[in-house]
Every structure is written in structure tokens, then in C-alpha cells.
């Protein structure tokens, strides 16, 4: 194998990889989101519940939430699923491991918010859900970027977990390569791949926290 | 229509409790049209609790709190509160303006932005006729060219002329200040005061809590003096700083000139 084919079918799983990257932000930003709300319901079994599933995704390893998401409706319910749900799967875990620890970056940037900027917002007449979108939540972003760029680094390594169901990813595609070439070049190429990937994502989480660096509270 | 003038503000035997501990008694009082009317009292007395109160930022327990001769809200036969609806309660809020302590200036807009936008996304106005209102009032309050500037940028004086002016430009009925000048430096005191003044002089019905008892004497029409929840001694301001009555209003005003 030269290195160019290596190079290319690393390439090609890293695009899975970065697909799984991509989706799983789309999913569990805003989900993360709907979290941090029931987290802080004024409805106690609500709050009780997204307590619980916050507690189970964050103290369990993700590599076992994505087995039981993938087996689970087989060994659950029977179900048979395609070989189209190895990705579906991983996207599911993701979206779900994710969205809880989002949402309680969340709750901890709505619950930093000042008091005194709701009840300004109320006094001139704001409604609730002006005030959150309008008022709260721009302040929140600004607060929550240095937590969540970790966060999302770290997606960035943990797309590397879905080889355990078998998705062809980037490290999966290493782990093929090594085997059969008996060398570790792949991997080289792979943790640059990633190294660099996150170098991107750092420099744009910079851009975005000096875009929001014209104020100051 | 009934040719009696109504008071803008209204509160009849207001009771307020946190937890335990009542901490209004039993305050009423009404203010009118025009009228400045200055709060004062030792810490704790329940000056901040009765401005969070007529600005529905807390619930009463008990009394009538009226605005406008419409009860907004007071107890039913069981003793329970009961308020205005909600679309009752957010046309009120139009009604009164609050200036706050530390001023609560939105940090992440502008200052011409804290200004119009509720006039523009509370109101509904028209975006043209709010700015060219906004910036009178900016250059009233001394703030000319300072439009563009974010909170973060002024000195604490400026940033409460801004939360003053952000507080008039929904043309509010009634203002009402809780210690407008405490979170200041002392030399930066004397342009809020001026501001308040020139309010004064144009007769805009103010309701302000303040330690500043010369200030008060001066522009206020009447003297509130509250203590431990109770309303102990209220008259025309000069009477009632110059010859007051109780005892614990003499301890306070005596207290204060050390
Ligand atoms: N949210 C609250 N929860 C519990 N107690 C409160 C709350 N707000 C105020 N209090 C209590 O109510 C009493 C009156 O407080 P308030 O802030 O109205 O006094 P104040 O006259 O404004 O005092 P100051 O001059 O210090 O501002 C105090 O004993 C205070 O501790
Ligand atoms: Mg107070």
C-alpha cells in the first residue's frame, strides 16, 4: 500500500468522522438546551427525571452507552436492525451522551446570569421568553464558550469510540491499516488528522470568543 | 367620569412576609400626579421591599396595590392575594419606571441599544420616532456621543444617567429610584442628583428611596420616613426634616449628621 492510498482512506473515514462530529452538534446543541431547561423546571418530576439522565450519561463510559443504544433494541424488544443502524446508533449515543453535558454548561451560564438583569427586563416590560432570547442568552453564549470548547474537543477524540460498532471512521480505518501493514504510519497519519482537526476547531472557538469580546460585564 | 383626581399609586395596608419574617407591616400610602415623594429609613426597614413590591418584582400578602385608581391586585374573603392577569399586569408594567441601585444596564448592548429597545420590542413603536426620542433624552442626561459606547465603557454616574434614561423612554406615568446614588462614588453622586432635579422641576411623579437627606429635603414634595416595616412619620419635607416628631425619626436624622 502506498501512502497516498493510506492518506485517502484515511481521508475517507475521516469524513465519517466529521460527519459524526457535525451531526452530533447539530443534535445535542439544541437538545443540550431543552436539558438545561427541564433541569431547572419549576415541575419537580421533570427536574428529577433530566437529573437522572444527566447523572446516567455523565457517570457512565460512553463506549457503554453506545452499546446499549446499538444492541438495545434487539436484545430489548427483538427488534431487527439494518446495517444502517451501526451510524444511526453512534449518532443517537452521541447525541445523547452530549446534550447532557451541554445542558449543563447550560444551566450553569443561565444560573450566572445576574438577577438583577431579569428584573430589569421585567420591570420594562420584557415577557419571559423575550428576556431569555433577547437579554439572558446572548450573555450566556459569552460566558459558556471556554467550557464548551473543551467539550467539543473532546467530541472531536470521541469520534474515534464509534469504531466499536463497527462504523467506518478514521480510527477504524487506522486500526484496518495497521493490522495489515504491521507498521504504525496509519495511526501517525490519523493523530495528525485529528490533531489538526482540533487546532481548526480551536482557532475558530478563539474567533468566536473575540467576536464577543466587545463587552465586558 | 368621576372629576376626583385619582392617585397614580395606590397601596392600601400592604402586608409583605419572607418566610417568617413580615417585613411590611401595614403600608399605605398614595402618590399623585406630579408629585416627588422621597423614602427614608434605617437599613432593613423595607424601603427596597415596598419599590420591589409596587413594581410587582415581589408579591404582596396582603392590602390592595392600585395604580391609577384600577386595583392591580389585593386579598379575596379567604385572605389571599390575588393579582391582575398576566396581559393586566404587562399593560401596568408601562406604567412605572424603576431605576435600580447598581443601575442592571444590559452589558451586551450598546448604550443607544439599552435605551430603545423596549420601546421598540416591548411597545411595538416605530424604530424611527424611538431613536430620535432616545437621543434627546441621551443629550438631556448628558450623554451626548455617547450612543455608541457599552455600558462597560462608562463610569458608574454615566451608566446610571443611561438606566435613568432607558427608564423614560417608555414615557412612564410614575419612576421610581432605590438609592439611585449608593453604588457611586462619592464625586459622582452630584450628576444623578441633578438629573433627579431637573425630573423634578418638570413635575414627573417620582417615588426615591435615599439616604441623601439634604437631597431629599430639597426636591421632594413629601418625606416618607419608614421603620421596621411600619410607616412611622410622612409630611412636607422640610416639616419633617426640620421638626420631626417621633422618637426613632430624631435618632435617625441625628444619626445621620455624625
Ligand atoms: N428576598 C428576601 N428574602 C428574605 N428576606 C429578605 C428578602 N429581601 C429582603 N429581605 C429582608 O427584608 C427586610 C427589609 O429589607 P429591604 O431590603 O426592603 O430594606 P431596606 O429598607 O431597603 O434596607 P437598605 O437601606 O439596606 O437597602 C430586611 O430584614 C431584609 O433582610
Ligand atoms: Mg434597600
Known amino acids: ?217 | 367620569m368621576s372629576k376626583k383626581k385619582t392617585n397614580i399609586l395606590r397601596i392600601e395596608h400592604a402586608r409583605k412576609s419572607f418566610g417568617e419574617t413580615e417585613v411590611l407591616h401595614d403600608i399605605s400610602l398614595s402618590v399623585d400626579t406630579g408629585e416627588a415623594v422621597a423614602i427614608i429609613g434605617p437599613s432593613g426597614s423595607g424601603k427596597s421591599t415596598l419599590l420591589r413590591c409596587a413594581t410587582l418584582l415581589e408579591r404582596l400578602d396582603g392590602g390592595i396595590l392600585s395604580y391609577d385608581g384600577q386595583p392591580i391586585a389585593q386579598s379575596d374573603e379567604q385572605g389571599q392575594m390575588v393579582y391582575a392577569s398576566a396581559k393586566v399586569l404587562q399593560e401596568v408594567r408601562m406604567k412605572f419606571g424603576l431605576v435600580f441601585q447598581d443601575f442592571n444596564l444590559f452589558p451586551h448592548y450598546s448604550v443607544i441599544k439599552n435605551v430603545t429597545d423596549a420601546p421598540i420590542h416591548v411597545q411595538k413603536r416605530a424604530k424611527s420616532e424611538v431613536l430620535a426620542e432616545a437621543e434627546a433624552l441621551l443629550n438631556k442626561m448628558g450623554l451626548q456621543g455617547k450612543d455608541k459606547a457599552m455600558p462597560c465603557e462608562l463610569s458608574g454616574g454615566q451608566q446610571q444617567r443611561v438606566s435613568i434614561a432607558r427608564a423614560l423612554a417608555l414615557k412612564p406615568e410614575i419612576l421610581y429610584f432605590d438609592e439611585p446614588t449608593s453604588a457611586l462614588d462619592p464625586e459622582l453622586t452630584g450628576e444623578i442628583l441633578r438629573v433627579i432635579r431637573t425630573l423634578a422641576a418638570e413635575h414627573m411623579t417620582m417615588v426615591i428611596v435615599t439616604h441623601e437627606m439634604s437631597f431629599a429635603r430639597e426636591v421632594a414634595d413629601r418625606i416618607i420616613f419608614m421603620d421596621e416595616g411600619l410607616i412611622v412619620e410622612q409630611g412636607r419635607a422640610k416639616d419633617l426634616v426640620d421638626n420631626p416628631q417621633h422618637e426613632r425619626l430624631k435618632t435617625f436624622l441625628n444619626k445621620l449628621e455624625t
Not at chain 1, 28 to 44: C, D, H
Open chain 1, 1 to 217: 500500500m502506498t501512502l497516498e492510498t493510506i492518506v485517502g482512506m484515511l481521508a475517507f473515514g475521516a469524513l465519517t468522522s466529521l460527519m459524526i462530529f457535525f451531526f452530533t452538534l447539530v443534535g445535542s446543541l439544541p437538545l443540550g438546551l431543552l436539558v438545561s431547561f427541564g433541569r431547572m423546571s419549576k415541575i419537580a418530576p421533570i427536574r428529577w427525571l433530566v437529573r437522572f439522565y444527566i447523572s446516567i450519561m455523565r457517570g457512565t463510559p460512553l463506549i457503554l452507552q453506545l452499546f446499549v443504544v446499538y444492541f438495545g433494541p434487539f436484545l430489548l424488544f427483538g427488534l431487527q436492525m439494518g446495517q444502517d443502524y451501526r451510524i444511526t446508533a453512534t449518532l443517537i449515543a452521541f447525541i445523547l451522551n452530549y446534550a447532557a453535558y451541554f445542558g449543563e454548561i447550560y444551566r450553569s451560564g443561565i444560573e450566572s446570569i445576574p438577577r438583577g438583569q431579569h428584573e430589569a427586563a421585567a420591570v420594562l416590560g420584557y415577557t419571559r421568553s423575550q428576556t431569555f432570547i433577547r437579554i439572558i442568552f446572548p450573555q450566556v453564549l459569552k460566558r459558556i464558550i471556554p467550557p464548551m470548547t473543551n467539550e467539543i474537543i473532546t467530541l472531536v477524540k470521541d469520534t474515534a469510540l464509534a469504531f466499536t460498532l463497527g462504523v467506518a471512521e478514521m480510527f477504524t480505518q487506522a486500526r484496518a491499516i495497521v493490522s495489515s501493514q504491521g507498521n504504525l504510519i496509519a495511526f501517525l497519519i490519523a493523530g495528525i488528522f485529528y490533531y489538526a482537526f482540533n487546532a481548526l476547531v480551536a482557532f475558530i472557538m478563539e474567533r468566536v470568543e473575540k467576536a464577543f469580546a466587545y463587552y465586558h460585564e
